[in-house]
């Protein structure tokens, strides 16, 4: 079956930082990949998307690129604020094998400390 | 435009009592979900309908989980009787018809702990 895979946190970084955070999928088909936000006591929020390979996904100055040959999705800032400490999700939606079913990574909790 | 509401956002109930979770879907969305998760751990799919019909409900615990769309727009999920590991926040999203991109709407979720 499907399953992403999550670079383990938490990750605490100091404000202007450049952030990684790892994510590595396994799909039988092809998939949509995405990074959800979940803020504390709210519901996740999508981030970014990418529906083919070599998209490149992008919002407030975070970044993913769907890379096929490596099934990677790193999430990616250059520089982050106090604001982005928050958990963020990994995920995959395989549309070509199970319409509308998504998998979720365990999540990656980052602190920027200012 | 309204996102998706859950009520309530929290609940407590001793174990062997039980509890419903109301969900209402962004207008015009055909396709809900909903998810459990547990602490430090992502969403779990628990049920998806399409309009009125569940089209997945393979992971739903159904001896004591229920879970219902009558008219295809907002839901009710249903455990009877909660036990101390159904501890967790229960998340509703909903996402437009069609297959789109994947991309779903969450609502804040209701954290339900069992004492």
């Known amino acids: 079956g499907n399953s992403v895979t999550q670079m383990e946190g938490p990750v605490t970084l100091s404000e202007e930082a450049f952030l990684t955070i790892n994510c590595t999928y396994t799909?039988?088909?092809?998939?949509?990949l995405f990074w959800y936000v979940q803020y504390p006591g709210e519901g996740l929020q999508l981030l970014l998307k990418a529906t083919k390979a070599d998209d490149k996904g992008s919002n407030k100055g975070f970044e993913a690129t769907y890379r096929k040959e490596t099934t990677s999705f790193h999430l990616e800032k250059g520089s982050v604020q106090v604001s982005d400490s928050a958990v963020y999700f990994c995920a995959l939606s395989d549309l070509s094998t199970n319409a509308g079913k998504s998998t979720f990574g365990d999540g990656t909790t980052l602190t920027v400390k200012p | 435009e309204a996102g998706v509401v859950q009520s309530p956002r929290y609940k407590i109930i001793e174990k062997k009592q039980p509890v419903a979770f109301w969900c209402n879907p962004i207008s015009g969305h055909n396709t809900l979900y909903w998810y459990l998760q547990n602490l430090g751990q992502g969403p779990e799919l628990l049920i998806r309908y399409e309009n009125e019909e569940a089209v997945d409900d393979s992971q739903l615990p159904k001896d004591r989980f229920s879970a219902e769309r009558l008219k295809g727009v907002d839901s009710t999920l249903k455990i009877q009787p909660a036990e101390l590991g159904d501890s967790a926040v229960y998340l509703c999203a909903s996402s437009p018809r069609g297959r789109g991109n994947g991309e779903q709407f969450f609502g804040p979720g209701t954290r339900l702990t069992v004492l």
């Open positions: 799909a039988t088909g092809y998939p949509s």
